[in-house]
């Protein structure tokens, strides 16, 4: 088993910066994708940003490119997503997802083995 936890959420202002942490703990011997996922109120939850096993694989929601960034830490199973400036509409619970194995549709959530319990982000106008 594989723990997933995000930590770094909060309220800023627009315009503003923040970084979330996933931390991944347990059976991290064989630790694939790690993603960043969404969820608005009211909205379902929506595919944000990834990251592949090596690092050097990201892809990115159209509504965030250019402002997110992903990126992970191989010895501390720990995956990071800075976050600039930020937009009202980013206000949502952040949910990290990890995967055990190599596959494909990063944005395709069932592919997902492993999830945190999200971190609430805030952008007040």
């Known amino acids: 088993q594989v723990q997933v936890v995000e930590s770094g959420g909060g309220t800023v202002q627009a315009g503003g910066s923040l970084r979330l942490s996933c931390a991944a703990s347990?059976?991290?011997?064989?630790?694939?994708?790690m993603a960043w996922f969404c969820q608005a109120p009211g909205k379902e939850r929506e595919f944000v940003a990834a990251?592949?096993?090596?690092?050097?694989?990201?892809n990115y929601a159209d509504s965030v490119k250019g402002r997110f960034t992903i990126s992970r830490d191989h010895a501390k199973n720990t995956a990071y997503l800075q976050m600039e400036l930020l937009k009202p509409e980013d206000t949502a619970v952040y949910y990290c997802?990890?995967?055990?194995?190599?596959?494909?549709?990063?944005?395709?959530?069932?592919?997902?083995?492993?999830w945190g319990r999200g971190t609430q982000v805030t952008v007040s106008s």
């Open positions: 997802a990890v995967r055990n194995a190599d596959r494909n549709s990063i944005w395709y959530e069932p592919s997902y083995d492993y």
């Open positions: 347990g059976r991290t011997y064989n630790l694939y994708t």
């Open positions: 990251i592949n096993r090596s690092g050097g694989l990201r």
